[in-house]
């Protein structure tokens, strides 16, 4: 659910990463064709297919810059593209233990308010993660969460193991929570997938199952999602 106010924000900004090309830096892509685009147990895309798309620069001193994007379709609100926009810094500890720290933009380019339709609001969000072997955990901190002018926060673990023969165990919980999650939802919640991983070639597909506890009044239901996604440039069989 997203909030009347929209901002622009320079995306000229982000044009940074086709100027820093150096030999230290690499960049890579991701293409995902998903049956539906869920975003904290929440669809962005009413349920139906997107496509999503990600370019990313990474620089060997651990900085990097990114982009993503992906179609959206929001009941009663105008907009049918959202680009989010990232930057921060990774490394590792001298245990092994890896770290992530960023600032993301969630844009919406060509949301407008109309007689009819509410315009999709641009918003930032800070995140820290920590990750060791098969298990990450992150941290999102938002002092305008979806436009709200309310703070949001979201707290996550995700794990993946891998099993023989190409196959993986994909398991993900998050909790919602703050003053534009209280004024989105009415109350916090907790969002929760499940489901198997399978890695062919060049590309690694996905069956997850999705739900939340969110109030049922919302329509959030339970529901599968299946992902196919490819990352360039393609890895060499020897890898």
């Not at 305008?144 to 193991?161: A, I």
């Not at 919980?173 to 939802?185: E, K, Q, W």
């Not at 489901?195 to 739900?211: E, K, P, Q, T, V």
Request: hydrophobic share 35%; proline share 3%; charged share 20%.
């Amino acid at each position: 659910m997203r909030i009347q106010r929209n901002r622009t924000i320079p995306a000229i900004a982000f044009g940074l990463v086709a100027l820093t090309g150096t030999a230290n830096a690499q960049f890579s892509s991701a293409w995902t064709l998903a049956s539906d685009y869920d975003y904290r147990g929440i669809t962005q895309s009413d349920e139906n297919p997107a496509l999503q798309i990600s370019l990313d620069y990474s620089h060997a001193s651990g900085w990097y810059l990114g982009a993503w994007a992906s179609n959206v379709k929001f009941q009663g609100y105008d907009g049918r593209l959202e680009l989010d926009l990232a930057g921060g810094f990774t490394g590792t500890t001298q245990g092994g233990l890896e770290w992530d720290a960023g600032l993301m933009w969630y844009t919406y380019p060509g949301s407008a308010a109309t007689e009819s339709q509410a315009g999709l609001a641009d918003f930032p969000e800070v995140y820290f993660a920590l990750g060791r072997g098969p298990v990450r955990g992150r941290i999102r901190y938002s002092h305008d969460f979806s436009g709200t002018g309310e703070t949001g926060l979201y707290v996550e673990v995700n794990t993946k193991f891998r099993l023989p023969s190409h196959f993986c165990v994909l398991a993900h919980v998050g909790h919602s929570s703050g003053r534009a999650i209280d004024r989105l939802y009415q109350a916090a919640y907790v969002d929760y997938s499940a489901g198997i991983g399978y890695s062919a070639g060049n590309f690694d597909l996905a069956l997850r199952y999705l739900g939340n506890d969110t109030d049922p009044a919302f329509g959030y239901r339970g529901r599968a999602m299946v992902t196919i996604e490819t990352r360039f440039p393609w890895r060499h069989a020897a890898d």
